[in-house]
């Protein structure tokens, strides 16, 4: 074997050993991993403008607050001395990881996610987001839909409001109530595309009151909507 032949050989060995130590520190990628993605935070949801993994409203871990910073986030959305105050207290005393502002951020971009994937007939999407019972409401809406063969189109204009109403803690389970205030534009057709109700081009006012909960003891945290109204 000759000098550059020993040179060569050296190198290749020294390659190997490398990869395999890199190996074993930084594992291997199967080709699936997705990084973690908080979509209701303003930063992700820029760069992520879709959520199909089943989430609701995730509270990301923040770093931690003091407690006059705690006051006064409850007090920018409850008016301190309400009820709704105190109870917001108490449910951050339970949760300390609930931040109102965050909350009704993430609520928001659900209630589009949810709105439009009932309007899409989506049950996939609907599955992750909502509760069973409310799940097996929607489901059964969207099968009476489609056994009359009906479509419908929706455009989600936005929302003009969005208002925490109540806050609760039992057995171990957190809920917040919401009053939110869209503009939607919705129509429905049949299946030989004869408009059956809404209007294709008129925005029409809804007003839904909406209680989304969570399982304090879990580590997901992730929230599920769990009841559904609308205001008359």
């Not at 986030?73 to 709704?84: F, R, S, Y």
């Not at 005393?93 to 709105?115: Q, T």
């Amino acid at each position: 074997m000759g000098a550059n032949d020993f040179i060569t050989l050296f190198f290749l060995v020294a390659a190997v050993l490398i990869f395999l130590q890199l190996r074993s520190v930084l594992g291997r990628r199967t080709g699936h991993e997705k990084p973690p993605v908080d979509p209701f935070s303003q930063r992700e949801a820029a760069r992520a403008p879709s959520v199909d993994d089943g989430k609701v409203v995730t509270l990301p871990k923040r770093e931690p607050v003091d407690d006059e910073q705690r006051s006064a986030e409850i007090d920018a959305v409850a008016k301190p001395g309400t009820a709704l105050n105190d109870s917001l207290r108490d449910l951050v005393k339970a949760d300390p990881s609930f931040r109102p502002k965050e909350f009704l951020n993430g609520a928001r971009m659900a209630y589009e996610m949810i709105v439009m994937a009932f309007a899409d007939g989506d049950r996939k999407t609907l599955n992750g987001l909502l509760s069973k019972e409310v799940f097996d409401g929607f489901d059964a809406a969207i099968r009476e839909r489609e056994a009359r063969g009906e479509t419908v189109k929706s455009t989600f204009v936005g929302i003009d409001k969005a208002e925490i109403l109540q806050v609760s803690v039992k057995n171990q389970e957190e809920q917040v109530t919401l009053r939110i205030v869209s503009q939607l534009i919705s129509a429905t057709y049949d299946k030989a595309g004869v408009l059956v109700d809404g209007d294709a081009e008129a925005v029409a006012e809804v007003i839904d009151i909406w209680t989304f909960a969570r399982d304090i003891r879990s580590r997901d945290p992730n929230w599920k909507l769990v009841a559904t109204e609308s205001e008359q």
